[in-house]
C-alpha cells in the first residue's frame, strides 16, 4: 500500500479538494482506496455521507478515522492488511506530531497552492518544513508542489510570475484549474460516479462536458503522481 499525503500549512489551499480528486481518478482506474481523515473537522467523512445520498461514493474506498496517533497506526495497519492498494491523506493545516508522522510514514507527499504571492509563501515554508523533517529523519520522500485552483482561462502577469517561480522547484506539470466541478465534489461526491450518473437527470447533462473536462484533467494528475510516486 501506497501512502500519499497532502499538506500544506494553509487552510483553504486545495488539499481536500485535491484529495478526493485523485481518490475519484484512482477509483475509476480500479484502485481500491483507503483515505485517512487525519483532519479534525472531518470534511471526508462529510464527503461520504453527501456522496451516498447521490448514489456517488465508490465503495472501493474507505474512511479511516486518524486525527489521533492512535487512530492513525490502527488506519494504518488495518489499511494494509485489508490490501488497499493506496492510502490518500488529508491532513489539517499547520504543523502537529500527527502531521510530522503522516508526511515520515508517507510514500509520496503533495503540496497544493494557489498562485498567489501569499499562498506560493505559504507553499513554500510547507515545501522547506518538509524537507527539514525528512532530513532530520534520514528519510527520502518524493515531494512535488501542485498548482490549485488554476484560472482556465489567461493567467494574470503575476500569477504568470509565480507560476514561473515554482518552475525551479518540483511540481507536478500538470495543475488542478479552478472549476465548479471540483467545487461541487464535496456536495455530489466521487466525479466519476456524478459522471456515471448523470443519464438518470436531464438537468445535469447540462454540464457533462464541464465534469468530463475536470474527470480528464484528474485522470492526467493521478498518472504523474503514479509516474512521481515511482520515483
Ligand atoms: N480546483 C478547484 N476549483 C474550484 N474550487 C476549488 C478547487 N480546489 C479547492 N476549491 C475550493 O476551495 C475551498 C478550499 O479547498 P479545500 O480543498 O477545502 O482546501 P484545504 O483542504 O487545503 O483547506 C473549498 O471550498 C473548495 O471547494
Ligand atoms: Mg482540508
Keep these: 500500500?501506497?501512502?500519499?499525503?497532502?499538506?500544506?500549512?494553509?487552510?483553504?489551499?486545495?488539499?481536500?479538494?485535491?484529495?478526493?480528486?485523485?481518490?475519484?481518478?484512482?477509483?475509476?482506474?480500479?484502485?481500491?482506496?483507503?483515505?485517512?481523515?487525519?483532519?479534525?473537522?472531518?470534511?471526508?467523512?462529510?464527503?461520504?455521507e453527501n456522496a451516498r445520498r447521490r448514489n456517488a461514493w465508490?465503495?472501493?474506498?474507505?474512511?479511516?478515522?486518524?486525527?489521533?496517533?492512535?487512530?492513525?497506526?490502527?488506519?494504518?495497519?488495518?489499511?494494509?492488511r485489508r490490501g488497499f492498494d493506496y492510502a490518500l491523506a488529508d491532513t489539517h493545516g499547520g504543523s502537529s506530531e500527527l502531521n510530522n508522522t503522516i508526511i515520515a510514514s508517507s510514500h509520496f507527499l503533495l503540496i497544493p497552492t494557489m498562485l498567489t504571492p501569499l499562498d506560493i509563501d505559504e507553499a513554500l515554508s510547507t515545501y522547506r518544513y518538509v524537507l527539514e523533517l525528512l532530513m532530520s529523519e534520514n528519510l527520502v520522500i518524493p515531494t512535488a508542489l501542485l498548482r490549485q485552483r488554476v484560472p482556465v482561462g489567461r493567467l494574470t502577469t503575476s500569477q504568470r510570475a509565480m507560476s514561473d517561480m515554482l518552475a525551479s522547484l518540483p511540481v507536478i506539470?500538470?495543475?488542478?484549474?479552478?472549476?465548479?466541478?471540483?467545487a461541487a465534489m464535496k456536495e455530489r461526491g466521487m466525479l466519476h460516479l456524478t459522471l456515471e450518473n448523470l443519464g438518470n437527470d436531464p438537468m445535469m447533462r447540462l454540464v457533462e462536458r464541464n465534469l468530463s473536462l475536470a474527470m480528464e484533467e484528474l485522470v492526467t494528475l493521478s498518472t504523474l503522481v503514479d509516474q512521481a510516486m515511482e520515483g
Excluded at 506539470?173 to 471540483?182: G, T
Design 1 to 48: 500500500m501506497k501512502l500519499l499525503t497532502c499538506c500544506s500549512f494553509k487552510g483553504g489551499a486545495g488539499k481536500t479538494t485535491a484529495l478526493m480528486g485523485l481518490c475519484a481518478a484512482f477509483a475509476r482506474g480500479g484502485r481500491r482506496i483507503a483515505l485517512f481523515e487525519a483532519d479534525e473537522n472531518r470534511p471526508l467523512t462529510r464527503w461520504k
Design 173 to 182: 506539470q500538470s495543475p488542478m484549474h479552478e472549476r465548479d466541478a471540483f
Design 58 to 80: 465508490d465503495s472501493q474506498c474507505e474512511i479511516f478515522v486518524a486525527d489521533e496517533m492512535s487512530l492513525l497506526e490502527a488506519a494504518y495497519d488495518g489499511a494494509e
